[in-house]
């Protein structure tokens, strides 16, 4: 007999007779799919590559090939998140997680639980990271460090423009998005030390347990390899924009 059924008959039994509702609660949960695979190697990838970035920009040199490729890399992904969030799984999409001020407010006064997916904290966040490495990355095509690297695109803009950009990337971006991280990694901590909250390895294998009702985010094979080519695409669009205008 299947467990799902065995537990579900059991719960049946526990209530008609009386029994403990909350062990009954417990019974009837399920593992639900809530990060389906793409969203979870955009962000281990996403992770890679930002530590990347930095470590090859403080070695500069040579490393610093490495340093424009991995923003390139960066651009490609967050192109590729930003029409995922679209069309992707349920709680990838930015419909399933983006709220309002008044919900932000509520949810840090504890008066709304946590959702299956991003909380509204967590929701800013993500915002905030996504945008925080769109401009750092953008404005790494046109920076120019007066050694050895020079941006792709520096020879679009005026040389005012190369040195606000410069100054941007280096002295700005860098440590918002660095800050960012520190602060990502803090609440995960704060999460999962005093709130006792799960939040590391359903990023991981993708699934949750949830003890009510559900929506699973799709992550079949089609969904995949759609995932897939619609990164393929990006990366294309990135690859071919430095190419024509670099």
Known sequence: ??????????????????????????????????????????????????????????????????????????????????????????????????????TVWQYARGRIADPAGHSPLGALSVLGMLIALALQASAGLFSYDEIAFSGPFTALVSSQRVEQASWFHTEVGKWIVIGLVLLHVLAIAYYTVVRRKVLVPPMVVGDKWMDGAVPASRDDGRSRL????????????????????G
């Open 1 to 102: 007999m299947p467990e799902s059924f065995t537990l579900a008959f059991a719960c049946h039994a526990q209530r008609s007779s009386g029994g403990l509702r909350g062990r009954c609660s417990v019974a009837m949960g399920q593992t639900v799919r809530i990060w389906d695979l793409p969203t979870r190697v955009f962000h281990w990838a996403l992770a890679a590559l930002v530590v990347m970035s930095v470590v090859t920009a403080n070695i500069g040199g040579n490393a610093m090939v490495w340093h424009m490729r991995s923003g390139l890399a960066v651009l490609s992904l967050l192109l590729f998140r930003l029409v995922w969030g679209l069309v992707g799984g349920h709680w990838s999409r930015f419909r399933s997680f983006l709220v309002s001020p008044s």
């Open 226 to 245: 759609r995932a897939l080519a619609l990164w393929a695409v990006c990366a294309s669009v990135v690859a071919t924009g430095v190419k024509w205008f």
